[in-house]
């Protein structure tokens, strides 16, 4: 199992929750297995052509994943995911 | 360069902080710092800021009072609804420390002023309330070489980082290389922010202003952290240097302040 760290505006997809669970070998199964307990989640996340939008960031544990393999990236039991989107209000 | 007398006492519970001393008053004296936003973070930020005795401190804002705004921009006072920001924001720093000098400038930041904005300060404080101009006053950092501390917030939710690409760290566009087009998230007025949140931003970020003036303690320059109020969790991330970045890359596209930073309150 790995942690997902859901970010404030994400969370009305999430019900709310700030944190939730989920199976998965690499950071693209893990976006289709949220998007099937959290439908609409991944347009959030990826744009039409299926790639993370830009102004969204993923960091398994402390590592953004676009240093690492993208949505390539694999994960394993007890990793964390956080899923930072670019916030601007001051 | 010497403290007075009452200096030294207004400032004794820093200066008898081996980590700041006279040495370290005198280089918070001299220090110019220029707060993007007398809003919800510059605020906090600048209240911090004057009291510690910061020399010189900028505010530029185009705003002026509004009654919603005092839920959260301690600046300002039911008394000075109305008021440009920038003005009613310099009556209470020079209140709680008449010895700084306090500039105030009425006026948004766009391309063309913020160069000549940026030269009279060595450091700017982001408290903007948009993407266009967060994109814009890192690029300007970038141009003039100004240290830059960054916060930004939403909702319950806290971001801060510096940003110090002269000093061989990431730009803001290596966090994040590109805005989200208009109309994906709510807008400012729409999404609602905790008051107390944007005081806790405001006040790291005149922290982390105040180590960089300083030199001390560990920067936030390759650390993004983030902070979530309803769970109470800090997370610092590491934030590298984009190798492909448009700006502070190897072989960058923007080289001047030209590109489009159209204005928007939108994310």
Redesign the interface.
């Known amino acids: 199992m790995i942690k997902v760290r859901i970010p404030t505006p994400l969370r009305p997809l999430t019900k709310g929750q700030g944190e939730v669970e989920a199976q998965a070998k690499s950071i693209a199964d893990m976006i289709e297995t949220l998007n099937g307990s959290y439908p609409g989640i991944k347009d959030r996340l990826c744009d039409e052509t299926g790639e993370l939008r830009r102004f969204v960031n993923m960091y398994v544990n402390e590592e953004d994943i676009r240093f690492l393999k993208g949505k390539e990236t694999s994960l394993k039991d007890g990793d964390e995911v956080s899923i930072v989107p670019a916030i601007a209000g001051g | 360069m010497e403290l007075t007398e009452p200096q030294i006492q207004r400032y004794s519970r820093q200066i008898i902080l081996s980590e700041v001393g006279g040495k370290g008053q005198i280089k918070l004296s001299k220090a110019k710092v220029l707060l993007i936003?007398a809003?919800?973070?510059?605020s906090p930020a600048g209240l911090y800021l004057a009291a510690a005795g910061v020399g010189t401190i900028g505010l530029v804002d185009g705003d002026v009072v509004d009654l919603s705004n005092l839920q959260r921009q301690i600046l300002h006072s039911t008394a000075t609804v109305g008021m440009p920001k920038v003005e009613s924001g310099r009556k209470t720093l020079t209140a709680i420390n008449p010895e700084i000098t306090v500039n105030a400038y009425h006026q948004l930041v766009d391309a063309d002023n913020i160069l000549p904005l940026f030269k009279e300060y060595d450091m700017v404080l982001?408290?903007?309330?948009?993407?266009s101009t967060?994109f814009l006053v890192n690029d300007a950092c970038f141009f003039a070489k100004k240290t830059l501390i960054s916060?930004?917030?939403?909702?319950?939710?806290g971001?801060l980082t510096t940003i110090k690409p002269h000093a061989g760290y990431p730009c803001y566009r290596c966090?994040?290389?590109?805005?989200?087009p208009a109309g994906l998230?709510p807008n400012?007025q729409e999404?609602g922010?905790l008051g107390a949140l944007a005081g806790t931003m405001g006040i790291l970020q005149a922290s982390e202003a105040i180590k960089e003036i300083l030199g001390i303690g560990e920067t936030m320059a390759d650390r993004?952290l983030?902070y979530?109020a309803?769970?109470m969790k800090f997370?610092?991330?590491?934030?590298?240097k984009?190798p492909a970045c448009r700006l502070c890359g190897p072989a960058p596209t923007i080289t001047n302040l030209n590109s489009d930073y159209t204005v928007t309150c939108t994310?």
């Open positions: 936003g809003g919800g973070l510059g982001d408290g903007s309330d948009n993407f967060r916060a930004s917030m939403f909702r319950f939710e971001q966090l994040y290389p590109e805005p989200p998230v400012c999404a922010v993004l983030i979530d309803l769970e997370r610092k991330v590491r934030r590298p984009d994310i």
